[in-house]
């Protein structure tokens, strides 16, 4: 990764809130059950759904998470042109706080695994961990499912031997990365963050021995139209922006605007910071120090 995308993040999640899914192919394996060495390498706030709580619906915040996977039961696909194909897992959770969230109790067990300095979850984003990968089956019984989401919830810890007590634990400069880390941060979101999540293309429709479709033609952009169908989208810059032919001139002016007010967000953060520091360092420091008494003269 370099520098700039490390600058992009860091600019975005200034203006944040801070915290104190894949298509299946025709010939899709979800990956092994158990524990695997992972690299965590997409955030994607994909705003407000509606979601069935307790027979009601609500809306809820919803966001992705995106792992890939790799070690002796998790070893990357090999193409005929040479190229490595990675196992990767997507968690979807609500987007909350709470103590009692799940996404909060995810966040806290991998920012506790690289040393607890964290204040949103993109900061961990090309992090290596341990996790472990529990399969569901479908509602019907004939499909297996990956997930990082156990009966009693996540396991996911530090580096450490995932062979046994006698295998030394790989360093995090030996735990491959071979997706590039992308994010989307819906209160910091901008049309260059917008345009990454972009995939064009669809997938073929599948039919099954009998001519029967079991499958239809479906995009790959998945995470942008899933943004789209989010309730609160109508209300977000970037709504207007999408909708508007890529190279308009209306487009462009309005990606140029959204790009400043989210650089003069960044500067009303910086500028808050340095008065927090100011307001810290006065009272450790006070302004005026009280003179010095001279001791008296002896006699």
Avoid: C
Avoid at 52 to 59: I, Y
Avoid at 124 to 150: C, M, Q, W
């Amino acid at each position: 990764m370099d520098k700039r995308f490390w600058d992009r993040l860091g600019r975005a999640i200034a203006i944040a809130r801070h915290i104190h899914a894949p298509l299946v192919s025709a010939g899709y394996v979800p990956p092994a059950p158990g524990l695997a060495y992972a690299r965590f390498v997409g955030y994607f706030e994909l705003g407000k759904h509606e979601e069935d709580v307790r027979g009601e619906l609500v809306l809820v915040d919803k966001v992705d998470l995106v792992f890939e996977l790799s070690g002796p039961n998790h070893q990357p696909r090999k193409m005929d042109d040479g190229t490595l194909i990675p196992h990767r897992i997507t968690v979807q959770e609500t987007l909350s706080f709470s103590d009692r969230a799940n996404f909060f109790k995810l966040f806290t067990a991998m920012n506790a695994a690289h040393g607890g300095t964290a204040t949103h979850m993109a900061q961990l984003l090309g992090k290596p961990f341990i996790v472990e990968v529990f399969h569901r089956k479908s509602a019907d019984g004939t499909k297996t499912y990956a997930n990082l989401k156990g009966p009693d919830g996540y396991n996911v810890t530090g580096l450490r031997s995932i062979d046994g007590d006698d295998t030394p634990a790989l360093r995090p400069h030996e735990i491959p990365l071979l997706t590039a880390p992308m994010f989307f941060i819906w209160d910091a979101a901008d049309k260059e963050m917008w345009d990454s999540l972009y995939i064009p293309g669809f997938y073929e429709e599948r039919k099954d021995d009998k001519g029967n479709v079991i499958s239809p033609k479906r995009s790959k952009n998945v995470l942008q139209e899933r943004i789209m169908k989010a309730k609160n989208w109508p209300e977000h810059p970037l709504a207007v922006i999408a909708a508007l032919p890529e190279a308009s001139p209306e487009a462009e002016r309005l990606a140029r605007k959204l790009a400043e007010q989210r650089e003069a967000e960044f500067k009303e953060w910086q500028a808050g910071n340095v008065r927090k520091l100011k307001d810290a360092a006065s009272r450790v420091v006070p302004d005026k120090m009280p003179a010095k008494k001279r001791p008296p003269k002896s006699n």
